[in-house]
T-cell receptor, first 111, second 114 residues
Framework: DAGVTQSPTHLIKTRGQQVTLRCSPK?????VSWYQQALGQGPQFIFQ???????QRGNFPDRFSGHQFPNYSSELNVNALLLGDSALYLC??????????FGPGTRLTVT | AQSVTQLGSHVSVSEGALVLLRCNYSSSVPPYLFWYVQYPNQGLQLLLKYTSAATLVKGINGFEAEFKKSETSFHLTKPSAHMSDAAEYFCAVTPLGGDTPLVFGKGTRLSVIA
């Protein structure tokens, strides 16, 4: 079992650009959540996807959007990047209502 | 709203000494509580979780935590620190049933001195 995988590992973008991060859930999991972890902070919940729909959302602007595919994999999109969007983005998968398993994260740097 | 407070952003212990990482929560209902560990450049790994069963929870790598409702605490302990325990530790909470997002504390960095 490969566990939760994320790509890319690192990337650097410029302010105003758009970025897409990808996540493949652990085998057997149908729910994917995304978290943002700024430097020196705990992870903050962005949103959760189940059955290809956004099921719950945290306090993040509409610039943050996502998608879940029929194979349960997911994408996180961020438009009009700001310097403050620099962070580690963590994907977590679970059975609905079950314990979340985290991936290794994608380190995004906005310059 | 639920929140988690981790006392001490950095804790340093000697190898073989007791590890105590503090976590207090606020919740209007009995919560589920979690401790995660994060090694450098890695994601989060679950150490242990409290889900309203036994108040003393044993986890991986010799860690345990005790849920104390009267103190709204869920402190993490390990009798004897090992060099490999050096990492960032996060306490998290979610309402009973676990069907809401995790709310994390800011984390405590544990250093182990030889």
């Amino acid at each position: 079992d490969a566990g939760v995988t994320q790509s890319p590992t690192h990337l650097i973008k410029t302010r105003g650009q758009q970025v897409t991060l990808r996540c493949s859930p652990k085998s057997g999991h149908d729910t994917v959540s995304w978290y943002q972890q700024a430097l020196g902070q705990g992870p903050q919940f962005i949103f959760q996807y189940y059955e290809e729909e956004e099921r719950q959302r945290g306090n993040f602007p509409d610039r943050f959007s996502g998608h879940q595919f029929p194979n349960y994999s997911s994408e996180l999109n961020v438009n009009a990047l700001l310097l403050g969007d620099s962070a580690l983005y963590l994907c977590a998968s679970s059975p609905l209502g079950g314990h979340e398993y985290f991936g290794p994260g994608t380190r995004l740097t906005v310059t | 709203a639920q929140s988690v407070t981790q006392l001490g952003s950095h804790v340093s212990v000697s190898e073989g000494a007791l590890v105590l990482l503090r976590c207090n929560y606020s919740s209007s209902v009995p919560p589920y509580l979690f401790w995660y560990v994060q090694y450098p450049n890695q994601g989060l790994q679950l150490l242990l979780k409290y889900t309203s069963a036994a108040t003393l929870v044993k986890g991986i790598n010799g860690f345990e935590a005790e849920f104390k409702k009267s103190e709204t605490s869920f402190h993490l302990t390990k009798p004897s620190a090992h060099m490999s325990d050096a990492a960032e530790y996060f306490c998290a909470v979610t309402p009973l049933g676990g069907d809401t997002p995790l709310v994390f504390g800011k984390g405590t960095r544990l250093s182990v001195i030889a």
